[in-house]
């Protein structure tokens, strides 16, 4: 079983920036693909951007040129380093992980609690 954490929400004005962490813990697991996911009130979860193990990213248009997610395979992390905010980004952020344990070939998914970005001035 692997948990995340995530880390670094908070409130920031239109145009700035934040980063936000997870962690992946667990043992005798092995994480193939990470990202963070995104819902606002009454809206559905949208997927934001994810990285392969190999560093593949792809980004939601709304997003891309503002947003950078990289991931450190060796500490099992992910992060979503968030400039030029704007008030639609604020939401609660998900990180999501695709795994598998070293033994095995089924992958499992996993979900953090969630970290809240508001934007506001």
């Known amino acids: 079983q692997v948990q995340l954490v995530e880390s670094g929400g908070g409130l920031v004005q239109p145009g700035g920036s934040l980063r936000l962490s997870c962690v992946a813990s667990?043992?005798?697991?092995?994480?193939?693909?990470m990202g963070w996911y995104r819902q606002a009130p009454g809206k559905q979860r949208e997927l934001v951007a994810t990285?392969?193990?190999?560093?593949?990213?792809n980004y939601a248009d709304s997003v891309k040129g503002r947003f950078a997610i990289s991931r450190d395979n060796a500490a099992n992390t992910v992060s979503l380093q968030m400039n030029k905010l704007k008030p639609e980004d604020a939401a609660v952020y998900y990180c999501?992980?695709?795994?598998?344990?070293?033994?095995?070939?089924?992958?499992?998914?996993?979900w953090g609690q969630g970290t809240q970005v508001s934007v506001s001035s």
């Open positions: 999501y992980a695709d795994w598998r344990y070293y033994t095995g070939t089924v992958r499992y998914g996993a």
């Open positions: 667990g043992s005798g697991f092995s994480i193939v693909d």
């Open positions: 990285i392969t193990n190999d560093g593949s990213t």
